[in-house]
Nanobody, 125 residues
Framework: QVQLVESGGGSVQPGGSLRLSCTSR????????IGWFRQAPGKEREGVSC??????????YYADSVKGRFTTSRDNEKNMIYLQMNTLKSDDTAIYYC????????????????WGQGTQVTVAS
């Protein structure tokens, strides 16, 4: 397992943008599928995106609620995964987590065994 660390959360007005970052301590993310998940107060955790490794199908999956607004990218040289969030809405307010696993199953969470501590994103005017 890898130890994951998220950063980049904060407060932003509706329509604004944030970029979240995920890296690992003591291991490379190169060979892991990386998922982004979020949990809003009083709600269940939901999948946001999943970025496969280039050695698998190399696809990225997005939840319908974020398609066209959020983009996941990977920089293997820096050992970083990014979640670019644009046109943010109040419904995007949540704690965001990155997770590492062997593969993506759309944006489902069950393949993932390593999770970060999360970073808070608040969208409010």
């Amino acid at each position: 397992q890898v130890q994951l660390v998220e950063s980049g959360g904060g407060s932003v007005q509706p329509g604004g943008s944030l970029r979240l970052s995920c890296t690992s301590r003591g291991g490379t993310l190169r060979y892991h599928a990386i998922g982004w998940f979020r949990q809003a107060p009083g709600k269940e955790r939901e999948g946001v995106s999943c970025h496969s490794t280039t050695s698998s199908d190399g696809r990225t999956y997005y939840a319908d609620s974020v398609k066209g607004r959020f983009t996941t990218s990977r920089d293997n040289e820096k050992n970083m995964i990014y979640l670019q969030m644009n046109t943010l809405k109040s419904d995007d307010t949540a704690i965001y987590y990155c997770a590492a696993g062997p593969f993506c199953q759309a944006v489902e969470s069950w393949p993932f065994s390593s999770w970060g501590q999360g970073t808070q994103v608040t969208v409010a005017s």
